[in-house]
């Protein structure tokens, strides 16, 4: 059985954007080598953490949404865990999914 899936990663930013540029390849290769088909993905960037995460103030956002079978998807929960470049992951699945929007920068709000 395969279903939705959309993982939100948050990498190390001890690197430069090229750097970062190819993590995100390889996450979408191994995505691809375990069975899956990756749907959309998108950079969204350097970010500030809300919190401290092993000595990271910030971090490389990068957003995929796939579809995988669902027997493969705890293989790459364990790559995601062995990757040291990985800060902090999250995977959902197709019911825990809202309607993709793309990013939009916050904007403050004027009183």
Do not use: C, W
């Not at 809300?50 to 971090?59: K, L, N, P, Y």
């Not at 796939?66 to 865990?81: G, K, Q, S």
Request: glycine share 6%.
């Amino acid at each position: 059985m395969t279903r939705d899936y959309e993982a939100l990663v948050i990498f190390k930013t001890g690197g430069t954007e090229q750097e970062v540029a190819r993590l995100a390849s390889q996450l979408d290769e191994q995505i691809k080598q375990l069975g899956g088909r990756i749907d959309h993905s998108q950079q969204m960037g350097r970010r500030k953490l809300a919190f401290r995460i092993v000595r990271q103030v910030e971090g490389y956002y990068y957003l995929v949404r796939f579809h995988a079978p669902t027997e493969r998807v705890t293989e790459l929960d364990r790559l995601l865990r062995l990757n040291e470049a990985v800060v902090r992951f999250m995977v959902l699945t197709e019911e825990e999914l809202g309607p993709l929007q793309p990013a939009v920068a916050a904007t403050p709000a004027r009183v």
